[in-house]
C-alpha cells in the first residue's frame, strides 16, 4: 500500500513563507518524479512544481522566483518551499508522484490528501 501524506499547510499571511512536505510511504523501488499541485475553488488543479529522478524541476509560472522544490531520496519525501506568499496561493495543495513499487514492472501514479493553504490578505 502506497501512502503521499503531506503536512506543513496552514494559515498563512500575505509576504510569509511556508515549507510543505510530502512523504511517500510503501513498498517503493524507485521514484521517477514527485511534484505539487494546487486547486482553488472553482478553479482546474494546476502544476506548480515537479522535480525528476535526474533532479529535473518545473515550476509554474505564478510561482517561479518565489519557490523551490526538492527532495530527500533517503526518506522518500519531497519539499516545496514558498516565499512571498499571495492570497492568490490559496488552495489546496496536493502531492503526486511517480512511484516504481517492487512487485510492479511499470511507473504508477498516486495522489496525496492534499493540504489546505490558506494566504490571508
Known amino acids: 500500500q502506497v501512502q503521499l501524506v503531506e503536512s506543513g499547510g496552514g494559515l498563512m499571511q500575505a509576504g510569509g513563507s511556508l515549507r510543505l512536505s510530502c512523504a511517500a510511504s510503501?513498498?517503493?523501488?524507485?521514484?521517477?518524479?514527485m511534484g505539487w499541485y494546487r486547486q482553488a475553488p472553482g478553479k482546474q488543479r494546476e502544476l506548480v512544481a515537479a522535480?525528476?529522478?535526474?533532479?529535473?524541476?518545473n515550476y509554474a509560472d505564478s510561482v517561479k522566483g518565489r519557490s523551490a522544490i526538492s527532495r530527500d531520496n533517503t526518506k522518500n519525501t519531497v519539499y516545496l518551499q514558498m516565499d512571498s506568499l499571495k492570497p492568490e496561493d490559496t488552495a489546496v495543495y496536493y502531492c503526486?508522484?511517480?512511484?516504481?513499487?517492487?512487485?510492479?514492472?511499470?511507473?504508477?501514479?498516486?495522489w496525496g490528501q492534499g493540504t489546505q493553504v490558506t494566504v490571508s490578505s
Open positions: 522535480i525528476t529522478s535526474s533532479d529535473r524541476t
Open positions: 503526486n508522484a511517480d512511484l516504481k513499487l517492487r512487485r510492479y514492472t511499470t511507473v504508477v501514479n498516486y
Open positions: 510503501g513498498s517503493i523501488f524507485s521514484i521517477n518524479a
